[in-house]
């Protein structure tokens, strides 16, 4: 791999620089790029991957030098992430050529790409019927296609990837071996002749002879059908999005009663034509991270009201693997992309699990014999106060790093939460958050978080010193912490749920110091035993005291409570206006006829029996089923989501609600924020006939009203006017785009999620932050 140019600037004195570059710079086209700068502007020298990223040396007149620096950075290849470019002097030596030298092994701190949409230039080549490649569903570059899901070993080279199994043919094997090329070292690298296929299969798993196997799936989805499509990262469920009887077989097929149906339309084009499609989002849409984005429904639209019943909004995304563009050549219609698997089962993997796990929902498989390594979910997204939010983070983002605020002494694994699990494994200040892995209560998931722990160990070479944890015993996650910590004579932290959530908004934003939180959300586990989830918390990275929260609210059944909210609202019902009155104030779903129930669930409440939490989502559960907008939680968060939804189309200034925020009766002295005089009007509202559009539109307001209430008095006892806003709560549009502002208005700093969810998705990174924060301490 020698240029035969000489070196044409030999007259001027020559300056060797030695170049270390730090980030996503391995198998993303580095090499290359490095390799056509330098021979453009006559440096000599060599690059080359090592164990922390690529290390060059070019000589040449100081300012070719100087130019080749500014346009590496400047011209760096679109998966590259440049983390830190770190140039020093060393000794001419009159070299004549450039060269790529081979990989040096070792100790590896180089990161690993996302896997990412198909590049513009391999899609031109895709559609070009003179091109080898014509029609070719597993066309890839340096610049596009599958990374981490592929990857099963490092250092990333082809034996360690699942395109092992494939020998590249002469054209491809020149392109590979060829610096100048774009395919130069591109791992997964295949063409018609030597690459993967497709492999079309019918209900039962027999092969179906086809020769256009996507013709077919084309014709049968436009028949009604459900494919299951093996694509990037694992498999989807895919349905004409139009068609009433088809996405009702799939939800009935799956299992999945409510949830909305993510979708994947040919272009923003066709999303525009049914939703309303701001800058930021038709940006999200687009970019090579292709996530799933929620976008606001547009009225007179030609899809399925069975696909997101009870949602303001449509979840959609763009193509990304070749196979999709080809599937949705010619404007096909808008499709339900949903992933392959049961409900909150994770998203299968291999074919034979596929044709498996999925028989019975799918009437057709369109498979391949590129294996997938590690499945990750499509990523959820939505623009929130005009800025991207991450809700679920997954592929085209992991396992990209975010950096922590303090380095970690020591490698720490923060294993998550209970629900909406992802992990987080932190070496100094590099926090690499996995894809969602799920709800562990589920036995396929619990697997899928070990593997996925596990694997991230392997592909950064980290063994973790600490393991940070829930505070919940019982959760799995930390169950595992405890074990593996046991076996291996390792360290635990354990780190409070909405302690959690707050600390990673700050390592988002790279805080340190002390913030006011609110970590609102269902349920957490507090220290004191009791169920979590309306905090107004004072806290640092290492630390934090219950400044105020929720009144907590009785869950009559615990668990059960949760699914069915209207335990919930009777309990508030009981608490607000007493046994006698509660009775003759039912409104909503608890008007009908089902006092049994009442009279066992008040025995619970009245006897102390009763489990009862501080969770702000407990409220949003209980005044949807007061307003007769929600009676079920089928999902996480369906009835809130549903009584954001009930408000969508009512007047921005309807009147907040009261409540009172009241001193502590004794104990710890943390105030309480009391909702009992919300419930009061809602209860008044509903009996005067209101709709639930003005009580919900009424009580998001009061509930805003109510967290910049509490933010103020939290300021006034500490002096402190940066907020941090965490939980799932968060997620909801309408009461951040109330509250974030009227807290700015005040003089307060607040700082939101971005890159990870405000759910639990994001507790990791917190838990990680709180470790090496403490560890630091510890240490120091
Ligand atoms: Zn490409
Ligand atoms: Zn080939």
């Known amino acids: ?67 080749f620096l500014r346009t590496l950075q400047a011209e760096r290849p679109p998966l590259a992430r440049i983390n830190a470019v770190e140039p020093e002097d060393a000794p001419p030596r009159g070299e004549t050529a450039f ?23 391999c899609l031109r080549e895709m559609f070009d019927p003179a091109d080898r490649r014509h029609r070719y569903p597993f066309i890839n570059c340096t610049n596009c ?127 525009a034509e049914r939703a309303r499609l701001v800058d930021a989002a038709r940006a999200l849409l687009e970019s090579i991270q292709r996530p799933i984005v929620l976008v606001p429904k547009r009225e007179g639209h030609d899809l399925s009201p069975l696909l997101a019943p009870a949602s303001p909004y449509f979840g959609f995304m763009l193509p990304y693997a ?101 992990l987080c494994l932190a070496r100094g200040e590099e926090a690499f958050v996995s894809q969602h892995v799920g709800d562990l209560k589920n036995a396929l998931a619990a697997r ?88 107004v918390l004072r806290a640092s990275a290492a630390a934090y005291k219950r400044l105020g929260h929720l009144r907590p609210i009785p869950l009559p059944g615990g668990d059960a409570a949760v699914t069915h909210p209207v335990r919930t609202a009777w309990a508030l019902l009981l608490e607000t206006f007493g046994p006698a009155e509660a009775e003759a104030r039912r409104v909503g779903y608890l008007a009908g006829d089902r006092a049994t129930d009442r009279a066992v669930w008040t025995q619970m409440i009245l006897g102390g029996a009763t489990p009862r939490a501080c969770g702000l989502g407990r409220l949003f559960d209980a005044v949807s089923v007061l307003a007769g907008v929600s009676a079920e939680n089928t999902y996480e968060g369906q009835a809130a989501i549903e009584l954001e939804a009930a408000a969508h189309n009512a007047r921005d200034d309807a009147p907040p609600y009261p409540f009172t925020l009241t001193a502590a009766a004794g104990g710890e002295g943390a105030w309480v924020l009391d909702p009992r005089p919300m419930v009061r009007q809602v ?28 933010a103020r008095r939290a300021r006034d006892e500490t002096g402190l006017a940066r907020v941090c806003l965490s939980g799932g709560c968060f997620a909801n549009a309408r009461l951040v785009e109330r509250l974030a502002p009227a807290l700015e208005s005040e003089g307060f700093n607040v700082y939101a999620h971005r890159d990870v969810p405000p ?18 301490v510890d240490n120091a």
């Open 1 to 67: 791999m020698t240029a035969a140019d000489p070196n044409p600037a030999n007259a001027a004195p020559a300056v060797r620089r030695r170049i270390r570059v730090r980030g996503i710079v391995q198998g993303v086209g580095f090499r290359p790029t490095v390799y056509r700068l330098a021979t453009e502007r006559g440096l000599s020298g060599w690059v080359l991957n090592d164990a922390e990223g690529v290390l060059m040396e070019v000589e040449g007149p100081a300012a070719a030098v100087d130019d």
């Open 99 to 121: 060269r790529i030298a081979p990989s040096e092994a070792g100790r590896r701190r180089a990161l690993i790409s996302p896997d990412m949409a198909v590049c513009d230039d």
């Open 145 to 271: 296609g599958p990374r981490y899901s592929i990857i099963r070993d490092i250092p990333y080279d082809r034996p360690n990837t699942t395109m092992a199994r494939f020998t590249m043919c002469p054209a491809c094997r020149a392109e590979y071996d060829d610096p100048a090329d774009r395919r130069f070292h591109a791992q997964p690298n295949a063409c018609p002749e030597c690459g993967p296929h497709l492999d079309l299969r019918d209900a039962g798993g027999r092969p179906v002879a086809e020769a256009d196997p996507v013709a077919a799936v084309r014709r049968a989805l436009l028949d009604g059908r459900i494919v299951a499509v093996k694509g990037l990262t694992g498999f989807h469920l895919a349905c004409d999005a139009r068609s009433d009887d088809a996405v009702a077989d799939l939800r009935r097929r799956k299992g999945r009663d409510q949830k909305a149906l993510a979708m994947m339309a040919s272009g923003a084009r066709a999303v």
């Open 322 to 422: 070749p196979l999709h563009y080809l599937i949705f050549e010619d404007d096909f219609p808008p499709l339900v992309m949903t992933s392959g698997n049961l409900s909150e089962e994770p998203i299968c993997r291999e074919n034979d699990e596929a044709l498996r796990r999925l028989a019975g929902i799918a009437d057709l498989y369109l498979l391949h014999d590129r294996p997938i390594h590690t499945v990750c979910d499509d990523s959820v997204t939505m623009v929130q106060r005009g800025r991207p939010l991450m809700l679920r983070r997954g592929r085209g983002y992991a396992p990209r790093p975010l950096s922590l605020p303090v380095a970690a002494a020591e490698p720490v694994l923060a294993v998550g939460p209970e629900l909406k699990n992802a």
């Open 448 to 535: 899928y978080f070990e593997a996925t722990a596990e694997r991230l160990e392997r592909l950064l070479e980290t063994r973790p010193a600490v393991f940070a944890h829930d505070l919940h015993p019982a959760y799995l996650s930390t169950r595992y912490a405890r074990r593996r910590a046991r076996e291996d004579g390792l360290r635990l932290v354990a780190v409070q749920h909405h302690h959690a959530h707050v600390a990673s908004v700050m390592a988002e934003h790279g805080l340190t110091g002390e913030v006011l939180g609110l970590a609102m959300d269902g349920t957490g586990y507090g220290p004191d035993g009791t169920v979590w989830g309306g905090e």
């Open 683 to 710: 209860v008044a509202d509903a009996e005067a006939g209101r709709g639930a559009a003005e009580i919900s539109a009424r009580f998001h307001a009061a509930v805003a009203d109510m967290l910049r209430a509490a």
């Open 759 to 776: 759910g639990d998705g994001g507790v990791a990174l917190g838990q990680a932050y709180v470790a090496a924060a403490r560890t630091t």
